[in-house]
Each structure stands twice: as structure tokens, then as C-alpha cells.
């Protein structure tokens, strides 16, 4: 009787671990499982590809680097807020995605890019313009001395001549923009991303695509003025009938 109570007991404990076994298999082939997916998961978000949701698909993505200066500035992609702190990039499905930077006391900042799977847009050049520019007279003789310093207003880029005529704006045979108004003057910006120009009582600034037009200062009379830059091109002097200028743009 003992002999076969022992038996039925060591029975019922083999059945038992053979249950757990399987339990204890099945658990861990899981959580292998888990972590293998998540593995691959992590490897495929770090090589950009993502889940679109329009399409149930998942696709390789590009990315959108924004380096404004000054880099503490609100950044807004496809009008959502991403991020108050810049330098700043984000992985973008395939397609066109509207970009804008704004800080308080900025002028605004936008523009649009077509992003590519696998692709960087790198948009580096990206400057704020200060809005409601006070100008004052500029009495510093070494930066009279600058400003009155011949030179020639157009400059060179690469290769290719930034021109104007009355109504246009070009680089080398490019068109960048056309404008309504007659222009007195042009010439680079010292970051050579930038172009600054003369019309009528108006010194204006548009970036190296004829986007994003902006008024720096507004002058009390229409004459050609001479125009340099100093204090690392954040600051502006010009020349306005016969007063000196000078004018604090970033």
C-alpha cells in the first residue's frame, strides 16, 4: 500500500514539473520573443523608419535639422510646436512640411521643404531679424570710418554674380524674386545666405531663396545709401541723406 502511494505521488510530481516545464517554456520563448521584436524595433526607429498611419505601412522616413540663430526660438513644424530649444531635428514622413521659427521681439521665420526617405534637409542658415528696429545716429568714428570705406556693394558667392536691374533680383541666371516696387540697391549679407536691399526709403532683407522679405529699418529719405556691418553682423550702418546710421538688427 506505502509502495504504491509513493508511486502515485512521484507520479503526480512528474506530471506537475512536466506542466510547469511547458509553462516555464512557453514564458520565456515569449519574453525572448518580446525582446528580439523590440530589438529590431529599436534598430529600424534608429534607421528612420516609421508606421504610417494613413497607409497601415511602415516606411523609411528623412529628417529636418533647424539650426535658427538666435537658437533659443519656438520651432513649429506642420503647425504643431516641437521644441523651444535649437539646434533641433525630427524624422518627417516623405513629402512637403512647413517649417516656422518665432521668438518674441523676432521677426517670424518660414519655409517649406520637400523631405526624402533616407535624406537630411539641413536648414542652417536661418536667422531672426529683430522686429521695430529703433535706429540712432552713429557717432563711433572708427565705424563712420567703416561705413564710408569704398567698396563695391555686390559681391561674389561661389562663382555665381548676385545682379539686379529696377524690378529684379538674380544669382548667376536664377530668377530668386521680382518685385512690384523699383530697387536703388543690393549686396550679401556677411553670411552669404542672406540678401540685403534698397528700395525707395526701405533697407529690406530677403534669405538666399527670395523667401522671407523683412524690413530693417525705414529711412527719412529715398537716396542711395552706403551700407556695411559690424559687431558680427549683428549690427547695421548706413547712411541717410547726410546722417550717419546705425542700427541694431539681431
Known amino acids: 500500500m506505502e509502495k504504491l502511494q509513493i508511486i502515485q505521488y512521484n507520479e503526480h510530481m512528474y506530471n506537475k ?23 529590431f524595433a529599436i534598430i529600424y526607429y534608429a534607421q528612420g523608419y516609421r508606421f504610417n498611419y494613413r497607409n497601415f505601412k511602415i516606411v523609411k522616413t528623412g529628417i529636418i535639422n533647424v539650426e535658427p540663430l538666435p537658437k533659443v526660438a519656438d520651432v513649429y513644424i506642420d503647425n504643431k510646436f516641437r521644441t523651444a530649444q535649437t539646434p533641433y531635428f525630427l524624422n518627417l514622413l516623405e513629402g512637403y512640411h512647413n517649417v516656422e521659427i518665432k521668438k518674441e521681439g523676432y521677426q517670424d ?40 570705406q569704398p567698396v563695391d556693394f555686390l559681391a561674389r558667392k561661389l562663382g555665381n554674380d548676385l545682379s539686379y536691374n529696377n524690378h529684379e533680383i538674380w544669382l548667376g541666371d536664377v530668377l530668386l524674386v521680382r518685385f512690384f516696387k523699383q530697387i536703388d540697391h543690393v549686396a550679401w549679407y556677411p553670411d552669404q545666405a542672406h540678401i540685403v536691399y534698397q528700395q525707395g526709403d526701405e533697407i529690406r532683407v530677403i534669405d538666399e531663396y527670395g523667401k522671407n522679405d523683412t524690413l530693417l529699418v525705414k529711412m527719412n529719405n ?25 542700427a541694431t538688427i539681431r
Not at 542711395?224 to 548706413?238: C, I, K, R, S
Request: net charge negative.
Open 109 to 148: 521665420w518660414e519655409m517649406t521643404y520637400y523631405v526624402e526617405p533616407g535624406l537630411v534637409v539641413n536648414s542652417k542658415d536661418i536667422i531672426l531679424f529683430k522686429k521695430d528696429i529703433v535706429p540712432v545716429v552713429l557717432t563711433d568714428s572708427k565705424k563712420i570710418a567703416q561705413l564710408h
Open 17 to 39: 514539473r512536466s506542466k510547469l516545464f511547458w509553462k516555464i517554456f512557453f514564458a520565456q520563448a515569449g519574453v525572448g520573443f518580446a525582446i528580439l521584436v523590440c530589438a
Open 222 to 246: 529715398k537716396n542711395v545709401t552706403n551700407l556695411v556691418f559690424g559687431e558680427n553682423d549683428t549690427e547695421m550702418y548706413y547712411t541717410d541723406g547726410a546722417i550717419d546710421m546705425a
